[in-house]
C-alpha cells in the first residue's frame, strides 16, 4: 500500500466499499466498476481466501492496479459452517430470503453459536499478494433485531458487543467485527 494512497476494491458491495472506508481512512477506495473494470468475477475457490485472491487477482490483472478484495460469510456451527462461502447465495435470493432460509433451518434447535469469518486480500500488479483474515463471535437470534448493517447483521448477537450487529451503530461493529479484524491483521503486515 505504501506505493498508492488509492486501491481499488473488488466489489460492487457499496456496504461493504464504504465499512472498509471507516475502517482504513488513511487509504481512498474506489470500487471496480468506478475504477472501469467491467467483466464478471466467477467466485469458484473453496475458501473465504480463495475467493479474496480470485476476485483480487482478476482486478488488478485487468486494470493494473492495486486491489483489494474480500470474501466473507456467516458459519453457523450446528449447520457444519453453512452457509460459509454461500453466505450471498444461500437461498437463491437477497438478503431478506437469506435470512428467512437460516432462521427455517435453526427453528427448534439450542445450539445457535456462529461466526462471521473474513479473508482479506491485496493485490499488487507485479504479483505480490498480502493476506489478512479476521474472525467475531456470537449467535443467531430467534427472530431479527435492529435496521442496520446488512446481510444477517439483524440475526446476529455478538459476544463482543452483547447485542445484534442490526442493533449496532457502525462504530460499534466497526471495532469488532471480521472485516475490521481482517484488515487490521492484513494492515500489521504491510
Do not use: W
Amino acid at each position: 500500500m505504501k506505493d498508492s494512497k488509492r486501491i481499488v476494491v473488488a466489489s460492487g458491495n457499496a456496504h461493504k466499499i464504504a465499512e472498509i472506508a471507516d475502517i482504513l481512512p488513511q487509504f481512498e477506495f474506489i470500487s471496480m466498476k468506478d475504477a472501469g473494470f467491467k467483466g464478471e468475477i466467477e467466485e469458484n475457490g473453496q475458501s473465504f481466501r480463495e475467493n479474496a485472491l480470485i476476485k483480487a487477482r482478476a482486478v488488478s490483472e485487468a486494470l493494473g492496479v492495486v486491489a483489494l478484495a474480500d470474501d466473507s460469510g456467516l458459519c453457523v456451527d450446528v449447520l457444519g459452517g453453512a452457509p460459509g462461502i454461500y453466505s450471498a447465495r444461500f437461498s437463491g435470493g437477497g438478503d431478506a430470503e437469506n435470512r428467512a432460509r437460516l432462521l427455517q433451518l435453526l427453528d427448534g434447535m439450542d445450539d445457535r453459536r456462529a461466526h462471521f469469518e473474513c479473508a482479506v486480500c491485496l493485490y499488487y500488479p507485479d504479483g505480490r499478494t498480502l493476506f489478512g483474515v479476521g474472525a467475531t463471535y456470537g449467535a443467531i437470534l430467534d427472530e431479527e433485531r435492529g435496521g442496520n448493517g446488512f446481510g444477517y447483521d439483524s440475526l446476529f448477537f455478538s459476544d463482543d458487543i452483547k447485542k445484534s450487529f442490526g442493533e449496532a451503530t457502525e462504530e460499534e461493529k466497526n471495532t469488532v467485527s471480521h472485516r475490521f479484524r481482517a484488515l487490521m491483521d492484513l494492515r500489521s503486515k504491510l
